[in-house]
């Protein structure tokens, strides 16, 4: 187990993790509704308390579950939380890339924590040691593209479906690109240790929060340059 206390750093990402089966959150009871979809939504700011909206009533046991369990793992009781759901037809195709979840490296950060569940055909991921430059700097460079050329030759593995498992930051996994257009069900349950103001983030209607502008992915993400093309040049 990482130490999630510790502030990450490259050295971190030398190995990469697979996810990690864990015990205690029970199965979701799906909703009724035929499609359902929530982008990180708050619903507990850190050192506060939950509100969870009628939309995520279902899944509120398993949220409060998850909190539990992260703090006895950790040993880190007040974190953000944020959910996502996306459940029906499959349509995002960014999460067919190999990346990482809370990788970023703008600011100092302990590891956040995401507990994922699926209905079928779990996220594949790679496992394995990344020698990293010493000149990469994750601030400039992009660190999924280089992490997946890294890991070219690595197997490609399955997560369970239909368990709950925790995929840390080290984690390098894509949704499978077969679930494309297929009816599933994801379900993402976040603890970081920072706000994400992304402008993308489904409404609380029960934690008012500030209009947020940012968009982390055409603001900074796109504007990562790739590591190798850069040394050609």
Known sequence: MRDFQK?????DFRQ???????????????P???SQMILRMLVRPKYGDFRIPNELS??????RKAAALDANLTGIKDSWCYVTVRHGP?????????????ASFRTGLIPERNYIWVSHTGPQYKTGEIEWPEDFDPTKHNL?????????????????SGRW???TPFCLHRRDPATNGAYR????????????????????????????GRDPVKNFRNHLEDYQCKERR
């Open 7 to 11: 502030i990450k750093s490259m050295s």
């Open 16 to 30: 990469t993790d697979p996810p990690i089966l864990v015990d205690g959150i029970s199965q979701p009871t799906l």
């Open 32 to 34: 009724p509704l035929h």
């Open 58 to 63: 279902w899944l509120e046991s398993q949220i």
């Open 90 to 102: 499959t349509v995002s195709k960014t999460d067919d890339e190999w990346h990482f979840d809370g």
């Open 144 to 160: 999924f593209t280089y992490a997946s050329r890294a890991l070219t030759d690595a197997d490609i593995q399955t997560a369970p």
């Open 165 to 167: 498992m925790m995929m």
């Open 185 to 212: 069900t994801f379900i993402r349950i976040s603890f970081p240790d920072i706000e994400g103001r992304d402008i993308n983030n489904t409404h609380n209607p029960l934690l008012p929060t500030p209009f947020f």
